[in-house]
């Protein structure tokens, strides 16, 4: 295969290869700030973090390679880039079905992520149970040389989501995806369990934040004792009140 290639061939090759798994890489540590920044502003403006846990990902040469091979696709760097839009994958793990929304909504405002796809397996879960909100954003990277916009796939699910996805994943790994039907019944049934395990929670979320609003005195704290940079000097606190007035 390399036979007619001479060494400065390979070089470039190789170049090319790194560059185009860089710009997937960075565009993962890119949306991986922006989900950073909005939870810690959420969490310093309305005392709440509606993020439980983010994690990456970012598929392996090899593992793109056999996809390529399964869905008969050209083996070169812009069909796959055309083709494949999972290569640099985000899973954001919520407390409530509310959260996933709140945290689309914030993600999808911001002017340089581009939505391409949305697909919600929450409002339209798959036949066998999963849920799950699906969204393939694109933003753009900032090369030496160039400027790419790279597709990232995000999902957004609940914790209990999540756990009946892994567990889901790990059965069909077991049984070599060739899983016994009682069984499948089963996850399907663990599934709507799951989904009114989210439901009720979120329903008694919602009253304990109903009983927190009218408990909640009327004072503003100066003080951030979670933060302590982000503490208000009391002088600075009395202009910016006179200014209001």
Known sequence: ??????????????????????AYKFAVDEMNTKI???KEEFQYIHDYNPIEHVKSRLKSPESIAK???RKNM???LNSIKENLRDIAGIRITCSFISDIYKVSEM????????????????????????????????????M???????PVEIQIRTIAMDFWASLEHKIFYKYNKDVPLSLLQELKDAAT?????????????NEINIVKEKNKEDEVLVHNEENPRLSLPLSIFESLVQQKD
């Not at 040389?145 to 790279?150: A, F, H, K, L, M």
């Open 193 to 205: 369990s799951a989904t009114e395990l989210d439901l009720k929670m979120e329903r008694l979320n």
């Open 36 to 38: 950073n920044i909005l």
């Open 74 to 76: 050209e083996l070169n």
């Open 67 to 69: 996809k390529v091979s």
């Open 107 to 142: 993600l999808q405002s911001q002017k340089d992520v581009t939505v391409v796809e949305c697909r919600d397996y929450i409002k339209n879960p798959k036949p066998n149970g999963y849920r799950s909100l699906h969204l393939i954003v694109e933003i753009p990277i900032f």
């Open 144 to 150: 030496s040389d160039r400027e790419e916009r790279i």
């Open 1 to 22: 295969m390399f036979e007619n290639l001479n060494l400065n061939d390979l070089k470039s090759i190789k170049k090319e290869l790194t560059r185009f798994m860089m």
